[in-house]
């Protein structure tokens, strides 16, 4: 049980780093599992479908951080706001289940099948080498961007970001990466890209956690639980710290150097599988 509590607080530190940058958490976090797996079970079976439900509801942490952070600025209630201030909450609310509505209604009707089908080494590899490349071509248009606040976002550009969210059911692509590539695209600001899409995450993520709970046929016990709550503990204290460092570091600097950390870490996980080094077992 210590060995597992400490696998956990390591899965906390990947997911709480990677959910935010546009690098994947899923692939990196899949590298960590085929390397360190859970064993909080008796059986292999129990050990992965309890896996499959940890790496979705571990985001719970890292949504909580999103919450805590912005709390002012999403809350439509707060004291200090005036009335004008209130309005646009709620208008900036109702952007964001606008922009949340394709990946749900792809990720319900699509969920087992991205499971089955393209969970697997080679697609995320895949994905993550795309993206990256997308990312450098990107950057160096040199476009100037035309939206640059949250509040600049039309009820249209929110859903069009959507549909670019619902693109990361590609296991590989990120959801960060997803909509901060697709925000760029339509003309966002850097920050403002990666604020709305911090944003984003609430409810897609929220959903995507309670899906995984409703469709897991096994109870999770004492001791999953601890392991589960220990990992989004962790996820949760090192989302705080990166999402305020990553909005520092996007005011001076570009999004290349993530797409080349996407490219290398694609090419590493295409020689591995190629290799037979990870199981059939990986991104499953």
């Known amino acids: 049980m210590f060995m597992e509590i400490l696998k956990s607080i390591l899965y906390g ?84 289940l606008i922009a949340s509505i394709p990946a749900a209604i792809v990720g319900l009707l699509l969920d087992d099948i991205v499971d089955q089908y393209l969970s697997t080494p080679y697609v995320i590899a895949i994905a993550l080498i795309v993206y990256g490349v997308l990312f450098i071509w990107i950057e160096n248009r040199h476009k100037k961007a035309v939206i640059k606040s949250v509040e600049g976002i039309s009820n249209k550009k929110a859903a069009e970001v959507g549909v670019f969210q619902m693109l990361a059911l590609i296991p590989g692509t990120s959801r960060s990466g997803s909509t901060i590539l697709g925000a760029t695209l339509l003309g966002f600001s850097r920050g403002t890209a990666t604020e709305f899409s911090f944003f984003m995450a609430i409810p897609v993520m929220f959903g995507a956690s309670l899906l995984k709970i409703v469709k897991m046929k096994m109870s999770i016990g004492f001791s999953g639980l601890i392991v589960l709550l220990v990992g989004m503990l962790v996820a949760f204290v090192v989302s705080v710290v990166v999402i305020r460092s990553f909005m520092k570091y996007i005011r001076k600097h570009d999004f290349k150097i993530f797409g080349l950390y996407r490219i290398v870490f694609g090419i590493l996980i295409l020689v591995l599988a190629a290799a037979g080094i990870l199981g059939t077992g990986f991104g499953a």
């Open 13 to 96: 530190i990947v997911q709480g780093i990677t959910e935010w940058l546009p690098i994947s958490s899923t692939g990196h976090l899949d590298l960590l599992n085929a390397v360190l797996p859970f064993n909080v079970y008796s059986t292999a079976a129990e050990n992965v479908q309890f896996w499959n439900m940890y790496k979705v509801v571990i985001q719970f942490g890292s949504i909580i951080a999103v919450i805590l952070l912005y709390f002012t600025k999403l809350n439509p209630w707060a004291s200090t706001k005036s009335a004008e201030e209130k309005k646009g909450t709620w208008n900036l609310w109702i952007k964001i």
